[in-house]
């Protein structure tokens, strides 16, 4: 498409080229690390995550190793955006944050929910491929056990459930009283589905999109057709604090912000993110720093009593040396910011 032919207001996800500073510059200083997970999330032990510096700070490059160029370019863009801009003011000094669990066996929750120091929601996976749903209900059964009556529990299935399995897995798992169910189906069809379906059938449950904003193409279809009733936002795929702030704000739902399984360094921009918004009705999954065995800045960024204080912590070059990757796969991430730098300024 020609610059004339673009629509007056670019699409939000879409850095603008101007933004893109020369590669020279982004490579400059790179570091990449590869850190140990305490429990196996997304099927993966180790997170690999490529950090880049620039006059503002540091910034995370992180998208998962599957993920093509079209697609980690938005996650570059984020990068640069932590490294070579200012973040928007925060409205809020700091920012409540849910407990994450993975789709452990139910035995493991209560050790799972140790790491959360003072949070009072959780995330609960469910619809992990190879599961049953039984072990889901256990699973948040236990979390339920575990936190009382007055914890907010909520599951994410990652898309994992046809309208058909969503509507009968959540019929089960609303008797353990769920602020919203992430993710139900993969589509945004799907989602406006289930939630007429679950409506017919007087199942209470709201539901919240994520990958239907942050792999879409254009993340407002999911407003414009009333698929959910929340949004998850997420920084990285979004393509920076500004990008992500400014779908939050044109999708006119409540916003949860997310994090992309990120280190401090991520986390922080997150954190950034949610205490921009003006509106902040639930806590945000910003406490993934615990599934880590270990981070980047000399303080983690980890709820304490319940939530995160809004700062930029800074980057520990010991624990960079400490976690360096093998250079092999240095290489490999020096190459794909390369062929993402590409996407960005063609
Ligand atoms: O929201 C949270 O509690 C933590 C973040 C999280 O679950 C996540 C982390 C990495 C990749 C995908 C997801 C997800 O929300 O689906
Ligand atoms: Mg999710």
């Given at each position: 498409m020609s610059r004339s032919s673009l629509p007056a207001e670019p699409p939000v996800a879409t850095p603008r080229r101007r933004d893109v500073p020369p590669l020279v510059d982004v490579l400059d200083g790179l570091r990449v690390v590869s850190i140990p997970l305490h429990t196996k999330f997304?099927?993966?032990?180790?997170?690999?995550?490529?950090?880049?510096?620039?006059?503002?700070?540091?910034?995370?490059?992180?998208?998962?190793?599957?993920?093509?160029?079209?697609?980690?370019?938005?996650?570059?863009?984020?990068?640069?955006?932590?490294?070579?801009?200012?973040?928007?003011?925060?409205?809020?000094?700091?920012?409540?944050?849910?407990?994450?669990?993975?789709?452990v066996a139910a035995d493991r929750v209560a050790s799972v929910l140790s790491h959360y120091d003072g949070c009072r929601t959780a995330k609960v996976k469910v619809a992990e491929a190879g599961q049953t749903l039984q072990q889901d209900v256990d699973r948040v059964a236990a979390v339920r056990a575990t936190m009382g009556p007055d914890a907010r529990i909520r599951v994410d299935a990652n898309g994992g459930w046809t309208v058909d399995e969503a509507r009968t897995a959540l019929s089960r798992l609303c008797a353990y009283?769920?602020?919203?169910?992430?993710?139900?189906?993969?589509?945004?069809?799907?989602?406006?589905?289930?939630?007429?379906?679950?409506?017919?059938?007087?199942?209470?449950?709201?539901?919240?999109?994520?990958?239907?904003?942050?792999?879409?193409?254009?993340?407002?279809?999911?407003?414009?057709?009333?698929?959910?009733?929340?949004?998850?936002v997420k920084v990285a795929p979004l393509g920076g604090v500004r990008a992500a702030l400014e779908v939050a704000q044109r999708c006119g739902l409540p916003i949860v912000v997310s994090s992309a399984l990120d280190s401090s360094v991520g986390i922080a921009a997150g954190v950034a993110l949610a205490a921009t918004l003006p509106q902040l009705p639930f806590a945000c999954g910003l406490g993934t720093v615990n599934l880590f065995e270990g981070d980047v800045t000399v303080e983690r960024l980890v709820p304490q009593d319940g939530v995160i204080e809004v700062r930029r912590p800074a980057v520990d070059e010991a624990a960079l040396d400490r976690w360096q990757a093998l250079p092999d796969r240095v290489e490999w991430w020096i190459q794909r910011v390369h062929a993402c730098h590409d996407v960005l300024i063609s």
């Open positions: 997304r099927g993966v032990t180790h997170r690999e995550i490529a950090l880049l510096q620039g006059p503002t700070g540091w910034g995370e490059f992180s998208p998962f190793l599957e993920y093509e160029p079209h697609e980690a370019s938005r996650w570059l863009a984020s990068a640069i955006a932590s490294a070579w801009e200012d973040w928007p003011a925060p409205v809020r000094d700091q920012v409540a944050i849910n407990a994450t669990v993975p789709a009283d769920l602020e919203y169910a992430e993710q139900p189906c993969a589509t945004v069809e799907g989602l406006r589905d289930l939630r007429i379906a679950l409506a017919r059938q007087h199942t209470d449950v709201l539901v919240a999109a994520d990958e239907s904003i942050r792999k879409a193409e254009d993340p407002m279809r999911l407003a414009l057709l009333e698929a959910a009733d929340v949004a998850v």
